[in-house]
């Protein structure tokens, strides 16, 4: 399985990104063709932490520093996921990741729910 992020860059606190992550390559019988998706990030200096989750059934979950501010979101076929950012803030800097679950099953903001991840795209937001 593949994860392909885009759609970082630099704004100005109060603008809005929307980043992208593509799935390719899920044959792996092992894999469930549905399973979670979720948005990390990591500022420097920092552990990686748990942004936003969208689930099997496409309910969501968001940490508490974005919500309201974020949407996570996917497309029909469930190959791209999406996360919305707006209202951006300083804070909001860091290397934004996305990350599949390999297995069916409700996942938690917990990295170790996760096994495949992108390689990362940067957002970095001035005051």
């Known amino acids: 399985v593949q994860l392909v992020e885009s759609g970082g860059g630099s704004v100005q606190a109060g603008g809005s990104l929307t980043l992208s992550c593509v799935a390719s390559?899920?044959?792996?019988?092992?894999?469930?063709?549905?399973?979670?998706m979720a948005w990390f990030r990591q500022a420097p200096g920092t552990e990686r932490e748990g942004v936003a989750i969208?689930?099997?059934?496409?309910?969501?979950d968001y940490a508490d520093p974005v919500r309201g501010r974020f949407t996570i979101s996917q497309d029909n076929a469930r190959t791209t996921t999406y996360l919305q950012m707006n209202r951006l803030k300083p804070e909001d800097t860091a290397i934004y990741y996305c990350?599949?679950?390999?297995?069916?099953?409700?996942?938690?903001?917990?990295?170790?729910?996760?096994?495949?991840w992108g390689q990362g795209t940067q957002v970095t937001v001035s005051s």
């Open positions: 990350a599949r679950r390999k297995f069916r099953g409700r996942a938690t903001m917990d990295r170790m729910d996760f096994t495949y």
């Open positions: 390559g899920i044959t792996d019988p092992e894999t469930a063709p549905v399973t979670s």
């Open positions: 969208i689930h099997e059934d496409g309910s969501s």
